[in-house]
């Protein structure tokens, strides 16, 4: 923007347009330091401590004293006169904004926000900080932020926007922009008009001009964010919104309490259609639920497990994120997959982003009940028999109420022993690739994780897995298991871009850390993120994020030398060149260099020592490891190596259905 604070002598001066902003040196401070509200930092006592005690811990690097400074500079308490940047900021303080996630740039707006007290966490690029937020807000609930600058920031932080639209995430995306008198003229990094480029991914978009305004405006966004079918929402501020001056009450329009600009009210459904609904499951011999992306944002967990057990019908999760089902439970169908094709009626339950006829595996012959918070989303790609309009939770405690109880004995036995079949082929497919001892096959690791995680001494239900990569999806993603609401927080969902799983890590691991929204309950405990390699080299910097705020994070990259989409045929003679790494490159030891911690791992029987020794440095000293496992791309050979490259158990997840 305009106008810095020059550390030269403390007072503001103005810049020109076209003159790259320089961040003054105490906003610089509380950004990078992370301020949160209260004066608190992600950077907490317990944090400090933890990193004190970690001191001699090969790897680690010291932070920056600076840190601590910002630590201890209490949030401002925004007055008149302000700038637009700062009124802005303070409508997303009352709307409770969780977190921004942020690089250098907009230094108007994200400095502003950072210095009322938002909880702030900066990292190496925009584009990995805006797969940060997405994770951050998949796996608590809350609406977070992120940000970039005009031109490269902004076009960086696009592959996290599509991402969050795929997954209907409510992230409010901040950008700066030209200035209103640069119109036009290609000024410096100014080139692109954004509104255009954003439109499609969307909920809601608006250019800021007029800082008057800007209070106005955050209401319309924050209406957006919190009301009806999430999405994200993009706002870019110009340099005459982000500068500009407010010197009395009279200059800020619509200056009104968050509840006098948006409602609490949600909608609930019609007594016919619900009549329908229950009619139709009535008639069904066998009926399913698909529970999604809706189920967890409306909080319904609950009522949908009480529906599904006073009715006696299974229930198969499918969405950005998993849990809000249990998979111990016995009406349970996520892992029966063998199943599906036999159910007659199927109950879509906050299913945003619909998958086409035929990724589901149900039969050609089901009917649809879709309950939808969007009438006029209701009846794309799929033929609907009931469309409810309706809060999911609203929905599912009427029909709760509604619906009679019911017995569906020989389905639910069918469901129970395609479960175990489906456990059985786990079984089987572990035990076939215990010969392969010239590297790890990523059965072995989706295998033991699943043994560490949830047979062992750690609670079941306490760790939180961000499910990544392609190749090893295919295997992991068989074994993964959710007992509580967003437990799993499915990266690759609908949209299948490489190189966002160490953001992603970055933006679960602060809500862990934190014990933010869903994750309350486990705020302190180590995640573990799994990928290829192909996306660390996308965001593997981010490591140093991680270790600077000493997030304990354990990074699983699947290691094969290629890019997941090489595989060769067994009738062609030559592999193409152009899918494949260097071989057995050591990310380990990068992971140390940005202050992490790194295990090489390249026999199979090195797997479950190394997590078990990235799990103790987690819980010991609150730092990330990457584990890096050494695989091979033959692996993927069906005919040399079976069972090869397996097909997809859940719709959307992992890109491409097969």
Known sequence: MNKHDDPSDGAESPLHADTEPRPSRRNFLKASGLLAA????????????????????AGQLPLPKQFAAAAATPPEVPKLPMNGATLFAKACK??????????????????????????????RDERSMSHAADA???????????????????????????????????????????????????AAIQLIEQQSVTARLVKWQKRLVNPHRNHEYAAYAFRQLKTGVPSPVHLDFTAEAGDGKLNKPGDIVYN???????????????????????????????????????????KAWDALRQFAEKTQIPVVESGAMRGQFPDDHALSATCAPAALASADVVMLVGQYCMPNIGEYAFGPDAHYIRIDM???????????????????????EVLLREAPAMRHDDWLAEIAAARKAFEDENDAIYKQVLGYKD??????????????????????????????????????????????PAQ???????????????????????????????????KGHPTVTIMGDASFGYSGMEIETLAKLRIPAIIIVYNNNAWGTWYLQDDEPLVVPMHLFQENIRYDKMAEALGG??????????????????????????????????????????????PGFLGKIEPGVTSYYH
């Not at 600058?149 to 932080?157: A, I, M, Y």
């Not at 409510?170 to 036009?184: A, H, M, T, Y």
């Not at 009104?256 to 619900?274: E, G, I, M, Q, W």
């Not at 560490?452 to 750690?458: K, Q």
């Open 38 to 57: 209260g004066g608190a930092t992600a950077l907490s006592a317990a944090t400090t401590a933890a990193a004190a005690a970690a001191k001699d811990t």
């Open 374 to 396: 969007a009438a006029e989303d209701i009846g794309r790609n799929l033929p609907i028999a009931v469309g409810i309009v309706s809060d999911e939770k609203a929905a599912l």
């Open 256 to 298: 009104f309490d968050k509840s006098l600009y948006r409602t609490d009210a949600r909608p609930h459904p019609s007594p016919a259609h619900v009549a329908k609904a229950v009619a139709l499951l009535q008639s069904a011999k066998r009926p399913i639920i698909v529970s999604s992306t809706g189920v967890f944002y409306s």
């Open 488 to 522: 799993i927080m499915n990266g690759q969902y609908q949209f299948g871009t490489v190189g966002a799983d160490v953001g992603y890590a970055v933006g679960a691991g602060v809500a862990v850390k934190e014990g933010i929204g869903a994750q309350a309950a486990y």
């Open 439 to 484: 590297a790890v096959h990523p059965a072995v690791i989706a295998k033991e994780l699943s043994d560490f995680l949830y047979h062992g001494a750690i609670p079941k239900e306490q760790t939180l897995i961000g499910s990544g990569g392609f190749g090893i999806a295919r295997y992991t993603r068989r074994w993964l298991r959710a007992y509580r």
């Open 94 to 123: 009352a709307e409770g904004l969780a977190a921004l996630f942020c690089c250098p740039g907009n230094y108007t707006v994200t400095h502003a926000m950072a210095a009322i007290g938002i909880p702030v966490y900066t990292g």
């Open 597 to 642: 911690h790194g295990i090489y791992v390249s026999k199979p029987e090195e797997f479950t020592p190394a997590l078990k020794k990235a799990w103790k440095t987690a819980v010991d000293t609150g730092m990330p490891t990457v584990i890096n496992v050494q695989g091979k791309k033959e692996y993927w050979q069906r005919e040399k190596f079976p």
């Open 136 to 186: 951050f807000t998949r796996v608590t609930g809350e609406v977070s932020a992120t940000s970039g600058t005009e031109g490269p920031g902004f076009t960086n932080l696009i592959s996290g926007l599509a991402n969050a639209k795929a997954a209907r995430t409510p992230i409010l995306f901040l950008s700066s922009n030209k200035s209103v008198r640069e119109e036009d003229t290609e």
